[in-house]
């Protein structure tokens, strides 16, 4: 074989077969204007996270179709059965630090999931941003010059500390009202029934607990104590020692949920414990029947937050068999308002006209 003829036998080996699939494609912007929803469809060719976030659209346009189907079977009492497909909506607290809180309030004041599951921070943030704003700052502030002046930084956000003492002045006399209640009647509250009643307290129509509340959508928060929740309960114990926060009311309810669901979809921003115990939830019905993650995490430390979907699968978390699960790589405040304008708005103007039209205005 002459050396030119095994260069190219190297590089071009095999027989050549051709490959069926979508061809990669981009928009291709107009002289006018741009087609945002061609935009966003045209993801689908795109390629790489694109691709992936296009999926995510289709997953979860899936979810609300399902969830379009009225429930069928045996009701249960305290357990949210609204529909043909129970939606967790599962998301890490910076999510309420930063301005995707409007996007979660607007889902659950919309009725448009069914479960909450978050962390410690995100109960406390979306009380205090009714109290005092957070301010948008940057990731290269001073640590030390921060702390001298009472300021936190969440990212390239910023949090004063009056906004915490602010926060602590608003839930102590829930505290002493919680208190009260076990003491006088025996009541032991649960993290989501706190969570409910701080909702009801609040009062105000920007708050993604208070719509939580108003519309019945359990909140859970297995780590209510690790943030400034907790640091409130601590310093309150001082005066009124003894109030009982009961794990296993929640646990209960979050798995009874899923398991008299006739469907479920798990939509997760971010990872960790909201991560987890989403799917874990689904694991007592053999797994969700949609799926989509958010996150920046990697699958090669073996943490849960970097897991695949597919690791899901094995554990019974995600059922075998079920449409494809999606995981798009990306930090969720870029793509999840899009996501949101691509799907739950869509699917809320759509009843909202059917509606009308049934109504015959």
């Known amino acids: 074989m002459s050396e030119l003829l095994k260069a190219r036998s190297a590089v071009y080996p095999g027989k050549e077969e051709s490959f069926d699939g979508p061809k990669v494609k981009g928009y291709s ?14 993801y689908k060719t795109v390629g790489f996270q694109a691709t992936n976030f296009s999926l995510a659209i289709e997953m979860v346009n899936d979810m609300l179709a399902a969830k379009s189907c009225p429930f069928e079977g045996e009701k ?40 909450l599951v978050t ?26 010059t921060l702390r001298s002046k009472g300021l936190n930084r969440i990212g390239n956000l910023i949090v004063p500390n009056k906004n915490y003492e602010l926060f602590e002045e608003w839930l102590v006399p829930i505290l002493d009202e919680m208190h009260a209640k076990q003491k ?9 029934q706190m969570i409910s009643l701080m909702g009801s307290k609040i009062n105000n129509e920007d708050s993604v607990l208070y719509w939580a509340w108003k519309n019945k959508i359990p909140v859970f928060c297995p780590a209510i104590t690790d943030g400034a929740v907790g640091d409130v309960m601590y310093f309150h114990s001082y005066n009124k020692p003894g109030l009982i926060m009961d794990l296993v009311q929640d646990i209960r309810l979050i798995n009874r949920t899923a398991v008299a669901a006739n469907k479920t979809g798990m939509i997760i921003l971010g990872g960790g414990v909201i991560k987890h115990h989403v799917a874990n939830a689904n694991l007592m019905r053999n797994g969700a029947d949609f799926t989509l993650y958010i996150n920046t995490a990697q699958p090669f430390d073996g943490s849960d937050s970097g897991a695949t979907p597919d690791e899901a699968v094995s554990w019974g978390k995600i059922k075998s068999g079920s449409k494809d699960p999606v995981k798009v790589y990306c930090e969720a405040t870029l793509i999840f308002p899009i996501l949101v304008a691509q799907t739950f708005a869509k699917f809320h103007s759509k009843c909202l006209k059917e509606k009308q039209i049934h109504n015959g205005s």
């Open 29 to 42: 912007f107009p002289d006018q204007c741009v087609d945002y929803d061609a935009l966003f469809e045209s």
């Open 76 to 115: 249960i009492d305290g357990v949210r059965q609204d529909s043909g497909c129970t939606i967790f909506l599962g998301f890490t607290s910076n999510m309420i630090s930063s301005g995707i809180r409007e996007c979660l309030k607007f889902i659950v004041k919309e009725n448009l999931v069914d479960v």
């Open 119 to 144: 962390t410690c921070g995100a109960i406390e943030e979306d009380i205090m941003k009714c109290l005092a704003p957070h301010f948008i700052g940057s990731f290269d502030f001073d640590g030390k």
């Open 184 to 192: 006088e009647e025996g009541k032991i509250w649960s993290p989501s």
